[in-house]
């Protein structure tokens, strides 16, 4: 009997990336869809809700690696956001955590989100694997939920749990900001982003990622721990529009607006989330992860900007 890795979410971002990953190794692994994509060799699973039944696909598996989520959307439409969250990202992935443990599966992979420590970091104080949940938005409410829930499944099952929370993911098919960025650096639009050069953010390229879920499958020291996980170096808004325009080939053109008049515009438009993102700092600490799992992202960030905007040339 073959034992093999589970990867739920296949056709997803996150999720193929680790499937193309593992069967480049000749990893026996298994990729389960929620919906057909063509061109994606995923079998069919079922919906990511509390009474799905994950009994055929968890037969032979070994490990679980669960990106499959209800995911986190600027302008949620649904009427209760937090509960339909909650009905996938935490019932759903309680169900199948339970039937894998039922299964015999012996390690639990789950990628949660740096949105379970919050949304924004003061000068200095970047987040950590140990800085007591602080989620503000019902996506990130519902991460630190299914987490809690995961060690309490391990503690009673004996599987163990891993849990991965990354910030902001990048690279070939990024969607939502950042690939509307590479879209206006492409069209040569002036942005007026050229003074935000104080604050800092933390990103993680998707083969960093990748690496360090395929990592995790089955290093023992990552047993029923949380690792943050980022490229390492944290960058300014400025300087990350300079360095991904010099991936793209194409000169950035940045305006200096001042931080407070940003502020303000964003104020009247009503989109303070958004200048958030553009101009505060999130920062995470990675330090726990390199030392317990001797770790080291692989590729750097300059290397990853170059990746992502060759992914939207071709």
């Known amino acids: 009997m073959t034992v093999r890795t589970l990867v739920t979410g ?22 389960v869809a929620r919906h057909e994509v063509p061109g994606s060799d995923c079998v069919r699973g079922p919906a990511l809700e509390g009474v799905a039944d994950w009994s055929q696909l968890l037969q032979d598996c070994g490990v679980v690696v669960h990106t499959a ?3 986190h959307v600027m302008r949620d439409s649904a009427s209760d956001p937090l509960n339909a969250y909650r009905a996938a990202n935490v019932e759903g992935t309680l169900n199948l955590a339970r039937q894998a443990a039922a299964a015999g599966v012996w390690r639990f992979v789950f990628i949660s989100s740096i949105k379970v420590n919050g949304e924004e970091t003061a000068p200095g ?22 987490e809690s829930g995961l060690r309490v499944l391990a503690t009673e099952t004996g599987m163990e749990v891993v849990i991965i929370r990354p910030p902001l993911v990048y690279g070939p098919g990024v969607k939502a900001n950042f690939l509307s960025m590479m879209r206006w ?18 990103m993680v390229a ?3 990622l990748v690496d360090l879920i395929v990592t995790c499958l089955d290093h023992p020291a990552a047993a029923n721990r949380t690792f943050l996980v980022s490229d390492g170096i944290d960058l300014a808004t400025s300087e990350l ?3 991904l325009a010099a991936a793209m080939g194409v000169p950035a053109r940045l305006l200096p607006v001042p931080v407070w008049a940003l502020h303000v ?6 989109r303070n989330a958004l200048f958030q993102k553009l101009c505060g700092s999130l920062q995470v600490d990675i330090s726990t992860t390199r030392q317990l799992l001797d770790w080291r992202p692989p590729i750097s960030v300059d290397e990853g900007l170059r990746r992502a905007a060759a992914g939207l040339l071709t």
């Open 265 to 270: 515009g964003a104020k009247l438009a009503g």
């Open 241 to 243: 529009l300079r360095r």
């Open 185 to 202: 650096l492409r069209r040569g639009v002036p942005l007026p982003l050229g003074a935000v050069e104080h604050n800092r953010r933390s």
């Open 69 to 71: 989520a209800r995911v």
């Open 206 to 208: 998707l083969d960093n």
């Open 10 to 31: 296949g056709s997803g971002f996150v999720g193929s990336a680790v499937l193309a990953r593992l069967r480049h190794a000749q990893v026996p692994v298994l990729g």
């Open 125 to 146: 104080r970047p987040f950590t694997a140990d800085d007591e949940p602080a989620p503000l938005d019902p996506y990130g409410m519902s991460k630190a939920e299914a």
